[in-house]
């Protein structure tokens, strides 16, 4: 079984940055897609950002211009550069790797982010 590490969330205040880490626990492969979830307490999980085998991203509109998907090919780890953080980004974020060909989808344990006012 296949476990997703996440690292870098904390807290920070509204402005401040973060990197978020994900790497798979072992090499996997033919990845579709790496990606970034958050959920925030009372709310439903939402796409933050994604990653395309193609090499094209994905961001939803609230955090265009904020945040940054970037992957590692040689450590198959996925990063999420978060800058000029908003209150409204605080959340448990998810790291996501999925393969339509291989047919497999893992998730992270999630890592909190918390940023103050």
């Known amino acids: 079984q296949v476990q997703l590490v996440e690292s870098g969330g904390g807290s920070v205040q509204a402005g401040g940055s973060l990197r978020l880490s994900c790497a798979p626990s072992?090499?996997?492969?033919?990845?579709?897609?790496m990606g970034w979830y958050r959920q925030a307490p009372g709310k439903q999980r939402e796409l933050v950002a994604l990653?395309?085998?193609?090499?094209?991203?994905n961001y939803a509109d609230s955090v265009k211009g904020r945040f940054t998907i970037s992957r590692d090919n040689a450590k198959n780890t996925v990063y999420l550069q978060m800058n000029s953080l908003k209150p409204e980004d605080a959340a448990v974020y998810y790291c996501n790797v999925k393969s339509a060909r291989l047919q497999y989808d893992y998730w992270g344990q999630g890592t909190q982010v918390t940023v103050s006012s």
């Open positions: 072992r090499s996997i492969y033919s990845i579709d897609i």
């Open positions: 990653y395309m085998s193609s090499r094209t991203t």
